[in-house]
């Protein structure tokens, strides 16, 4: 509570108390009546005759009735104009305990050593109960890292390494509403699994919401195209191309457009964690990525006019964005579209992958 909430109160609650109490105790020392001293009921007392009713005694109540309402005015206007004041505060405060409980369902929960003291539990009782892990795999402030365990492939028993995407730019290829779909509901075929708890997670709205909201504050600019790069002539198509794919789609579809089909780990990689790399039997252990695979002519199975269509309308909650300057009604438009030229140099590079 502000120290301007607490005048508020003063002035407009705790003063005419004060004034209405100080009445009633120099009322009750007046002189007692004959009749009030006998204990006779006021119902059964004589009346005032008229003339006492309707004079000064009339006039007085009409004139502090008059005065009761001025002070309630006056203290209505004196409560309702920091209102605005209270409500972005208290916004404020709101917001800053969101992206507080975001944080903590963000990282890890800490460990608890088995003798720890009650004092010390409760200290860490929130960070215990809200962390979900996901640092783990998406990295320090969300950018980026290495699944964790390695999956196990059911089928072949192959053991697979996942790309875990960056999250700091998540916002700049998806809305909040395939943001909230992915974390609720997973995302099959991939490491990310489900976190909603309607769904079988362990995360409550009020918790996808917080985690939301603390992606949304860490979240960084969109690397810059080149000059040459942002109406490229046909002849840079191919250079071009490639520089956005690095920056737009290699993310999803690996720098080498390979997805799920890299049959060795990239280990210039620097978001994968120095023990993993250390056990020499982890060789063999492929990368994959979430995006399908674009590379050794798997793209070209589209004819140009879908594969545009594709990367311009995206596929949506099939975890394709779109990358269109306006796409087809019912898919938002992205923060950070692509020209039709960009496109087509996208499209050049990859179907020379």
Same mark, same amino acid.
């Given at each position: 509570?502000?120290?301007?909430?607490?005048?508020?109160?003063?002035?407009?609650?705790?003063?005419?108390?004060?004034?209405?109490?100080?009445?009633?105790?120099?009322?009750?020392?007046?002189?007692?009546?004959?009749?009030?001293?006998? @204990?006779?009921?006021?119902?059964?007392?004589?009346?005032?005759?008229?003339?006492?009713?309707?004079?000064?005694?009339?006039?007085?109540?009409?004139?502090?009735?008059?005065?009761?309402?001025?002070?309630?005015?006056?203290?209505?206007?004196?409560?309702?104009?920091?209102?605005?004041?209270?409500?972005?505060?208290?916004?404020?405060?709101?917001?800053?305990?969101?992206?507080?409980?975001?944080?903590?369902?963000?990282?890890?929960?800490?460990?608890?050593?088995?003798?720890?003291?009650?004092?010390?539990?409760?200290?860490?009782?929130?960070?215990?109960?809200?962390?979900?892990?996901?640092?783990?795999?998406?990295?320090?402030?969300?950018?980026?890292?290495?699944?964790?365990?390695?999956?196990?492939?059911?089928?072949?028993?192959?053991?697979?390494?996942?790309?875990? %995407?960056?999250?700091?730019?998540?916002?700049?290829?998806?809305?909040?509403?395939?943001?909230?779909?992915?974390?609720?509901? @997973?995302?099959?075929?991939?490491?990310?699994?489900?976190? @909603?708890?309607?769904?079988?997670?362990?995360?409550?709205?009020?918790?996808?919401?917080?985690?939301?909201?603390?992606?949304?504050?860490?979240?960084?600019?969109?690397?810059?195209?080149?000059?040459?790069?942002?109406?490229?002539?046909?002849?840079?198509?191919?250079?071009?191309?490639?520089?956005?794919?690095?920056?737009?789609?290699?993310?999803?579809?690996?720098?080498?457009?390979?997805?799920?089909?890299?049959?060795?780990?990239?280990?210039?990689?620097?978001?994968?964690?120095?023990?993993?790399?250390?056990? %020499?039997?982890?060789?063999?252990?492929?990368?994959?990525?979430?995006?399908?695979?674009?590379?050794?002519?798997?793209?070209?199975?589209?004819?140009?006019?879908?594969?545009?269509?594709?990367?311009?309308?995206?596929?949506?909650?099939?975890?394709?964005?779109?990358?269109?300057?306006?796409?087809?009604?019912?898919?938002?438009?992205?923060?950070?579209?692509?020209?039709?030229?960009?496109?087509?140099?996208?499209?050049?590079?990859?179907?020379?992958?």
């Amino acid at each position: 509570m502000s120290r301007g909430d607490v005048i508020t109160i003063t002035l407009v609650v705790l003063g005419p108390m004060a004034l209405l109490w100080g009445i009633y105790l120099m009322r009750t020392k007046r002189t007692r009546k004959p009749a009030a001293i006998l @204990g006779i009921p006021m119902a059964m007392r004589p009346a005032a005759q008229d003339e006492v009713l309707e004079g000064r005694r009339l006039e007085r109540i009409q004139w502090g009735g008059v005065l009761s309402l001025i002070l309630l005015l006056i203290g209505m206007v004196a409560y309702w104009l920091p209102e605005p004041q209270r409500h972005e505060a208290f916004a404020h405060r709101f917001d800053e305990e969101a992206l507080h409980r975001g944080l903590l369902v963000y990282q890890a929960p800490p460990p608890l050593e088995e003798d720890i003291s009650a004092i010390e539990f409760k200290e860490e009782e929130k960070a215990l109960s809200l962390g979900q892990g996901c640092v783990n795999c998406h990295g320090p402030e969300g950018a980026g890292g290495f699944g964790t365990p390695l999956f196990k492939n059911p089928v072949n028993g192959e053991v697979v390494g996942y790309s875990a %995407p960056p999250l700091n730019n998540v916002f700049q290829r998806w809305d909040e509403e395939i943001v909230r779909f992915t974390i609720e509901r @997973g995302r099959p075929g991939t490491d990310m699994p489900t976190w @909603g708890v309607e769904y079988g997670g362990s995360m409550t709205k009020l918790m996808v919401d917080d985690v939301m909201a603390y992606l949304q504050s860490i979240q960084v600019p969109v690397e810059e195209t080149s000059k040459d790069c942002k109406n490229p002539k046909k002849s840079d198509y191919m250079q071009c191309g490639q520089e956005i794919f690095e920056a737009r789609c290699a993310v999803c579809h690996g720098p080498k457009g390979q997805g799920k089909e890299d049959p060795r780990r990239n280990y210039d990689d620097p978001n994968i964690p120095e023990d993993l790399l250390e056990d %020499p039997r982890e060789d063999d252990y492929p990368t994959w990525y979430q995006g399908a695979a674009l590379w050794k002519g798997d793209v070209r199975h589209l004819s140009e006019d879908l594969h545009f269509l594709t990367i311009y309308n995206g596929r949506r909650f099939a975890f394709m964005p779109p990358f269109g300057e306006a796409p087809v009604q019912g898919i938002p438009v992205p923060p950070n579209p692509l020209t039709d030229k960009q496109i087509r140099a996208v499209m050049e590079y990859e179907r020379s992958l």
